[in-house]
């Protein structure tokens, strides 16, 4: 959509990159306050909004890698607004 808040971390360039904490803390830095509103809370919380603004009432939700955590975690938290 219209994010403004985009995650442009260059020293994240590769999934190992992960690893070297000097690289995540350059990221944190980088995203300065931003950087807390990233968690799988938020992303659940996103979801919703989501789902709202569309104007379901319900969700089929499916993920791969991340994407299984956080539907797991949206349905845990919403399991009312979620057919399966």
């Known amino acids: 959509g219209r994010s403004s808040d985009l995650i442009v971390c260059p020293e994240l360039a590769s999934p190992t990159d992960l690893r070297d904490r000097s690289s995540l803390a350059s990221c944190a830095r980088r995203l300065g306050p ?3 509103r990233y968690g799988t809370a938020d992303v659940v919380a996103d979801l919703d909004q989501v ?9 089929l939700v499916v993920g791969v ?20």
Do not use: I, K
């Open 34 to 36: 931003a950087a807390d």
């Open 51 to 59: 789902r709202a603004a569309a104007g379901y009432e319900r969700l």
């Open 65 to 84: 890698s991340y994407g299984t955590y956080t539907a797991q975690r949206y349905a845990a938290a919403h399991p009312d607004r979620v057919s399966g």
